[in-house]
């Protein structure tokens, strides 16, 4: 049996008073050796500022990557001020350092002896596997509650005999899963769960899925496996970078701070929308549209609206050149093509060999009409050829130079060209391509733009960048003896790769930092992808990450069971089929950490009158609060009631967020109506202005928009409305399932099927 004792409170026994006591005292001689290390790297950085500040560029150059290994090193010793320490671990005695104390970063006493063990140290595994029913070699696990650098209470569990697998650490992830919420999601390393723990620390090869219901800490867990294979592979992975990918700009915002708390920063962070340099799909479109665009069938017709654009005049063409009068017929041009097509190149580098044969066929031509030497003119004559504008144009016109953007918009503005290219559409799907504004690009234009980039090719290589390759070289290799010589200083591990470093001392600025580089690169290949709710990905999404990851070493979290994207995944096996067939391996999370039981079952009870068949995962909790349902008149009043109910929980809330969630951005009970109604009941501040705002203590946002995020109150109007959007029943369960303490369900129409238990 696992026993837990503890407390946080006043009347404690004598023996835990003794080990707060206890623990209080080794923890803050963990913060002073904190504070001789800042110390201490902060005189070396001045030190090194001193005497380094003159000279040589050379020694200018050192002292920078010195300077900048000292900030890393700070910066890192003052993100881990808030809970250093968080757990200790003690071990069947003749263990190997029987008494481990675990907190966010290593720490060694002056004599070089470890006091406190890193979260990804493997030393530190069994403070989250060990279990009673496998206990490995620890005998008790010991939670420390801590206020600033004070403990104020110890969570122990002891583990002595056998029991199924629960989770551990009861009171302090309790007092975590019930805390009022920010805004912002925070870290959660003192009380990562066994099969939480098992996905940080799975193998970084291959493809990982990780499914788990809403609230499962998909999110949490996709954060700290990227900190953890960042600790584990930083020399290779601080190289190539690791892109995380989430589903909205709000979403990133509101995950921003997780991995700088954990020590990291380097990470790209980035929405499909903007994973195409120079383009940002933030346009809105029908469903329809984003379904045809997201279908694999647009492989082919982009590959034919590339191929549309090769092509062979009806007529022959003649051209005037300088008195000498010559014919291109159309075969000669054909076979140009034929050949150009043959070199299996992309379009814009096929284009010379198009140009070529052209050429070659024109000079022949040339020179036999002037009656001149072929072998001894040809570069005279093939030059006069170029430069004439005729022949120009109409090479041009037959095979031009081409960008994405041009031949999507292209293809989107000219029905013609629709029906000549993408027969295998209805003509529904293609009159759903067909747009105004072509280039008001959205977020599922851009895997198209990217399948095109690799159809066409760049335009021109760009100059110089061999030479750009060679400074970096340079610089890298520089950057390499000046990492050997900060370790061998002995303040501590360097958290930055030579290529990082060249990166960040680099004052001639080419080449950027590696996120900044990997952000404006098409062709980057990341080290790792990350994918946060990865179900909304559409197969052309999904090739296009494919593209970005050449080592497919990628995690993919999410849940199918939300997808409301109509181009989305309805199984892992069925999206992940193009990508990498079957070679993927699944894990799955079962723990609702967020939803309390009285929400979760009303959540559950809607996806399965929808026959959506889902294993919702079991909450952590009870929670305190049933769903309340009030009725709406379906009158002209209903908006002032909604701004009521939500005044009224406002005006009892002392901390945490309410979020109303609607069915709709528009109309009277939309989230922008809303959001003008609630902002003018409430005292200024109190309400998001936008969408994207997180830190007002009430946001109005539509079911779209709370993907991913949670609050300590839903409001959410019309479930009715929502149940009817494409996909309805996953946004009902995803917008359900966003609450952490009370659900308020406001509605004119009847309660959908499965809301019917709301009193
Ligand atoms: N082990 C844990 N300890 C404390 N809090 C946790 C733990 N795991 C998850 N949580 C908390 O539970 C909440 C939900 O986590 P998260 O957002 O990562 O879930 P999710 O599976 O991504 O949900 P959704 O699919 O609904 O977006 C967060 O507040 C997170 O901090």
């Known amino acids: 049996m696992s026993q837990s004792t503890g407390s946080t409170g006043s009347g404690v026994s004598p023996d835990v008073a003794s080990a707060v006591a206890l623990e209080d005292a080794h923890v803050a001689t963990l913060y002073a050796r904190l504070d001789v290390l800042r110390a201490q790297t902060a005189d070396q950085l001045a030190e090194v500022r001193r005497t380094l500040a003159t000279g040589t560029h ?165 954060l700290h496996r990227t900190a953890f294979l960042l600790y584990t592979h930083r020399d290779r992975l601080a190289r190539s970078g690791v892109l995380l990918l989430g589903p909205s700009p709000v979403f990133l915002r509101y995950v921003e701070q997780v991995l700088p708390a954990l020590g990291e920063t380097g990470v790209v962070t980035m929405t499909l929308a903007e994973l195409f340099p120079g383009v940002v799909g933030r346009g809105d479109e029908p469903p329809a549209a984003a379904r045809v665009k997201g279908s694999l069938r647009m492989v082919d017709v982009l590959d034919a609206a590339v191929a549309d654009r090769q092509r062979v005049p009806a007529r022959p063409l003649r051209f005037d050149v300088d008195g000498t009068r010559l014919l291109l017929r159309p075969d000669a041009v054909a076979a140009a093509r034929t050949r150009a097509r043959r070199s299996r190149k992309p379009h814009n580098a096929a284009r010379v060999t198009f140009v070529r044969e052209l050429l070659n066929t024109l000079v022949t031509s040339l020179a036999r009409s002037r009656g001149v030497d072929l072998n001894e003119e040809r570069d005279d004559l093939v030059t006069e050829l170029r430069e004439h504008v005729d022949v ?79 400074d970096r070289e340079e610089q890298v290799a520089y950057a390499r003896k000046v990492l050997e010589d900060f370790e061998a200083s002995g303040v501590g591990n360097p958290l930055v790769s030579p290529e990082l470093l060249a990166d960040r001392f680099s004052t001639d600025g080419p080449t950027g930092t590696v996120a900044e580089r990997a952000a404006a690169d098409r062709t980057w290949a990341y080290g790792h992808v990350v994918v946060d709710e990865a179900q909304e990905l559409s197969a052309m999404a999904w090739r296009l990450v494919e593209r970005r990851c050449p080592s497919r070493s ?29 070679r993927w391996r699944l894990e799955e999370l079962t723990v609702n950490y967020r939803t309390p039981a009285r929400i979760a079952r009303v959540a559950a009870d809607v996806l399965r009158a929808a026959g959506i068949s889902a294993n919702p995962p079991t909450p952590v909790r009870e929670g305190e609060h049933d769903p309340v349902a009030v009725a709406l008149a379906g009158d002209g009043g209903d908006a002032a009631r909604v701004v009521e109910v939500v005044r009224a929980r406002f005006a009892s809330l002392d901390e945490g967020r309410i979020a109303l969630i609607t069915a709709e951005v528009r109309g009277d009970l939309g989230s922008d109506a809303l959001r003008a109604a609630v902002a003018a009941a409430l005292p200024p501040g109190a309400v998001a202005t936008s969408p994207d705002d997180l830190d007002a203590p009430v946001s109005v946002i539509d079911v779209q928009r709370a993907k991913g995020l949670e609050f300590d109150v839903v409001v959410l109007v019309e479930p009715g409305a929502v149940l ?36």
């Open 724 to 759: 009817r959007r494409p996909r309805g029943a996953n946004d009902l369960y995803v917008a359900l399932t966003r609450a952490t303490q009370e659900l308020h369900v406001l509605h004119a129409e009847p309660l959908p099927a499965g809301m019917a238990s709301i009193g």
């Open 58 to 222: 050379q020694s200018r150059f050192e002292r920078d990557a010195f300077a900048t290994l000292y900030e890393d090193r700070l910066s890192q010793l003052w993100s881990v001020e808030n809970r250093l320490c968080f757990g200790r671990l003690d071990l069947q005695p003749g263990t190997e350092d029987p008494r481990r104390y675990v907190g966010r970063l290593g720490l060694a006493d002056e004599r070089g002896n470890q006091v406190l063990v890193d979260w990804r140290a493997p030393a530190a595994q069994d403070f989250y596997q060990a279990t009673a029913a496998a206990p490995r070699d620890v005998v008790r696990r010991r939670h420390l509650l801590t206020s600033g650098r004070r403990v104020t209470g110890v969570d122990d569990e002891v583990l002595v005999a056998a029991e199924g697998e629960r989770t551990t650490g009861d009171a302090a992830l309790l007092a975590a899963v019930t805390a009022p919420r920010t805004g912002r999601m925070g870290d959660i390393v003192a009380t990562i769960q066994a099969e939480q723990d098992r996905v940080i620390r799975a193998s970084e090869r291959g493809v990982l899925v990780v499914q788990g219901g809403p609230g499962t800490g998909k999110t949490a867990v996709a």
């Open 554 to 582: 990628m995690t993919l979290v999410g849940d199918v069971a939300q997808t409301s994207n109509p181009a989305g995944a309805r199984s892992w096996a069925q999206a992940l089929k193009p990508v990498v067939d079957d």
């Open 392 to 470: 120009r144009r109409e090479i041009n016109l037959c095979w031009m130079p081409l960008t994405p953007q041009k031949v999507l918009a292209g293809l989107y503005r000219d029905p013609g060209l629709l029906e000549r290219v993408a027969p295998q559409l209805s003509a529904a799907e293609r009159a759903a391509l067909h747009r105004e504004d072509p280039t008001a690009w959205t977020e599922a234009d851009v895997p198209l733009l990217d399948e095109l980039a690799e159809l066409l090719g760049p335009v021109e290589e760009s100059a110089g960048r061999a030479r750009r390759d060679a």
